[in-house]
């Protein structure tokens, strides 16, 4: 199921780096999101877009930027990766006509911050 | 804002039993509550869902609950299998946000 697709997978970085990570939809939808999960804190909300030219913070902002290029593009930066950055990141998109609220996942990138 | 309380953390069943996992909500604007089922190294996805002008839900095993007064829902898992360990997780989304406010997830092993 391929319909959002995050890269890389899996990603190694140090202390200090700047780190891109993408998400690309066909899902057609207007909204997408970037969570972290952490284990026992479940999905914390860092930004979220409803449209391309519409960027909102979510709960946990600080450290990190977006940038919606497209409709079917969202990419999250850690302009200064830190060690307690380090966790499994997921984009979702939603379709927002008010009727299906739910969420389609990717498949998640593994941030390791060393 | 919404506030979301999930229990239990972890849930152990024998293969067999029923699970039941328990979700309370702060916002009583909160009109759509869903459950994601997240397998181990897998994305969470979306299982089952009930909107505030039902009582409850089934589809197949799965059951969601919901009582608005007390505002409170639960999800439901009989004849549990093995395939059904997973962490899952509930929300409560407000008609007029679309944002999601998330449990913290239970952890459902199924022994066999």
């Known amino acids: 199921d391929a319909d959002v697709t995050q890269t890389p997978r899996n990603r190694i970085t140090k202390t200090g780096k700047r780190i891109m990570l993408e998400c690309s939809q066909t899902?057609?939808?207007?909204?997408m999101y970037w969570y972290r999960q952490d284990p026992g804190l479940g999905l914390r909300l860092i930004y979220y877009s409803f449209d391309v030219k519409d960027i909102n913070k979510g709960e946990i902002s600080d450290g990190y930027s977006v940038s919606r290029q497209a409709q079917a593009k969202f990419s999250l930066s850690l302009e200064s990766a830190i060690p307690n950055q380090t966790a499994l990141y997921f984009c979702?998109?939603?379709?927002?006509?008010?009727?299906?609220?739910?969420?389609?996942f990717g498949s998640g990138t593994r941030l390791t911050v060393v | 804002g919404e506030n979301v309380e999930q229990h239990p953390s972890t849930l152990s069943v024998q293969e067999g039993d029923s699970a039941v996992i328990k979700c309370t909500y702060s916002?009583?604007?909160?009109?759509?509550f869903p459950w994601y089922k997240q397998e181990l190294g897998k994305r969470p996805q979306l299982i089952i869902d009930i909107r505030s002008n039902v009582g409850e839900k089934k589809d197949q095993r799965i059951a969601v609950t919901l009582n608005k007064t007390a505002k409170h829902f639960s999800l439901h898992i009989t004849e549990t299998q093995p395939e059904d360990s997973a962490v899952y997780f509930c929300?409560?989304?407000?008609?007029?946000?679309?944002?999601?406010?998330f449990g913290r997830g239970t952890s459902l092993i199924v022994h066999p």
């Open positions: 916002d009583s604007a909160s009109n759509y």
């Open positions: 899902k057609g939808h207007d909204r």
């Open positions: 979702a998109t939603s379709d927002g006509d008010g009727y299906n609220y739910g969420y389609t």
């Open positions: 929300a409560a989304i407000s008609g007029g946000s679309y944002i999601p406010t």
